[in-house]
C-alpha cells in the first residue's frame, strides 16, 4: 500500500465500518427501490458475516425513502403553523401510491415514533394538513400520539384531531387526561370546537 | 432539557432573525381583543388556516435589554394594522439570546395566548365582513380553506 495522499483510511473499528456499509447501502436501495441492487455491490463480499439482508425488502425501501424525504424536508425548513410545507407534496405522493395500506402503515410508525418525537410530530402535523385513510385510522393515529409521554407528539395529535374532526375523534380528546396545562387548555378548546 | 435551558432548534425555528432582525406586530395591551389584532395582522398574510399562538412581551424591558426597536410596514392584507409592525434590530448572538430569555419569561408567566383554527377562522371572516380585508389579498390556499 502506498503512503500519504493515495494512501487508504484504515478503520481500527471493522463493526463500524460495515455499519457505516449497511446504512449507504440501504440508502441506495431506497432510492432505486430495487432489492436485487444487493448482488452487486462489492460491500456485500467484504463483510458477508455482518451484512445482513434477511427481511429487507421492497416495502422496506419505500419506508426509508419516505423518511428520507420528510426528514430532509423538515431539516431544511421547519414546519411552520399557516405557512405551505414541501412535505406535504411528499405525503401526498405517497398516499397515491398503488399500495395505500402499505403507506398508511409507514405513515403510522413513522408519525408514532417514540424514539423520535421531533421528527414525529412534524410527520404527524403535516399528516394533519391531509385526509389520510378512514375516519377510524385517523382516531387511531390521534389515540396513540395522545398516549405519548412527549409533550410535543400530544400537542401534534390534539392539532391533526383539530384537522381531521368528527364525533370519535372529540370522545378521544374528551376521554384524555392531559398533564400540562397549556396542553390541557388546547384540548379542551379542540374539543369545544369539535361539539359544534 | 433541565430548567431555564432553551433548545437551539427552538431558538433556529421560532426566532429566525432576518437581517439581523426580528419581526413582531404591537398590541395596545394584554386584552384578548387586542391581542387578537396582532393574531389577525400574522394569521391574514398566512397561506393556510391553522391554529396560531403568540407571546407577548413588554417594550420597556426590550428597550432595557437595550434592544433597537423600528417601526416599519407590517406584511398584511389588513390596511389598518400595517403600521402595527415593528422589528427587532441589530441583533447578535447575545442580544437574541435575550430575546429568548424574555421570551422563556413570558411563557413562564403565562403572557402568550394560543387561538384554535376555528378562532382565527373567525377573526379572518368577520374582518372580511367589515371589509378590513378583502378576500383577493389572501392567499389563494388560505382563501379555500375559509371557505370549508
Known amino acids: 500500500m502506498a503512503d ?30 430495487d432489492t436485487s441492487f444487493h448482488e452487486t455491490i ?8 455482518v451484512i445482513d439482508t434477511v427481511g429487507f425488502t ?15 424536508a423538515f431539516d431544511i425548513e421547519p414546519l411552520e403553523d399557516g405557512i405551505n410545507h414541501p412535505a406535504e407534496q411528499i405525503l401526498e405522493e405517497a398516499l397515491r401510491s398503488v399500495d395505500r395500506s402499505h403507506i398508511l402503515a409507514c405513515l403510522e410508525a413513522l408519525s408514532v415514533d417514540a424514539e423520535r418525537p ?31 409521554d412527549d409533550v410535543e407528539m400530544r400537542d401534534a395529535a390534539v392539532q391533526a ?4 374532526g368528527g364525533a370519535e375523534i372529540r370522545e378521544v380528546l374528551r376521554k384524555h387526561v ?14 369545544d370546537d369539535l361539539e359544534v | 432539557m433541565a430548567d431555564g435551558e432553551i433548545s437551539a432548534d427552538a431558538i433556529t425555528a421560532d426566532l429566525r432573525t432576518q437581517g439581523d432582525t426580528l419581526s413582531f406586530w404591537r398590541s395596545a395591551s394584554e386584552a384578548n381583543g387586542d391581542l387578537e389584532e396582532a393574531v389577525l395582522a400574522i394569521a391574514s398574510a398566512g397561506q393556510r388556516l391553522d391554529k396560531i399562538e403568540v407571546v407577548y412581551l413588554a417594550v420597556e424591558d426590550l428597550r432595557a435589554d437595550g434592544h433597537t426597536l ?7 392584507p389588513v390596511a389598518d394594522l400595517v403600521e402595527r409592525h415593528v422589528d427587532i434590530c441589530q441583533l447578535d448572538y447575545v442580544r437574541l439570546g435575550k430575546v429568548a430569555q424574555r421570551v422563556v419569561e413570558a411563557i413562564r408567566l403565562e403572557h402568550y395566548r394560543r387561538l384554535t383554527k376555528k378562532r382565527v377562522k ?13 378576500p383577493d389579498d389572501l392567499a389563494d390556499s388560505l382563501r379555500k380553506d375559509l371557505a370549508n
Open chain 2, 70 to 76: 423600528k417601526d416599519s410596514a407590517g406584511q398584511t
Open chain 1, 58 to 72: 421492497i416495502e422496506c425501501a419505500e419506508k426509508e425513502r419516505l423518511e428520507f424525504g420528510l426528514k430532509a
Open chain 1, 42 to 49: 462489492p460491500g456485500a463480499s467484504l463483510f458477508p458475516a
Open chain 1, 118 to 148: 421531533g421528527f414525529s410530530a412534524s410527520v404527524l402535523r403535516c399528516l394533519s394538513r391531509l385526509q389520510p385513510g378512514t375516519s377510524a385510522w385517523r382516531t387511531g393515529i390521534v389515540r396513540a400520539a395522545l398516549g405519548a
Open chain 1, 4 to 33: 500519504g495522499k493515495d494512501s487508504m483510511p484504515v478503520s481500527s473499528d471493522s463493526a463500524r465500518l460495515a455499519r457505516r456499509v449497511v446504512e449507504i447501502w440501504r440508502k441506495l436501495i431506497a432510492e432505486r427501490a
Open chain 1, 178 to 191: 392531559e398533564a400540562v396545562s397549556w396542553l390541557r387548555a388546547y384540548v379542551e378548546g379542540v374539543a
Open chain 2, 122 to 134: 373567525e377573526l379572518l371572516l368577520t374582518a372580511i365582513e367589515q371589509e378590513r380585508i378583502h
Open chain 1, 161 to 164: 384531531a383539530e384537522s381531521w
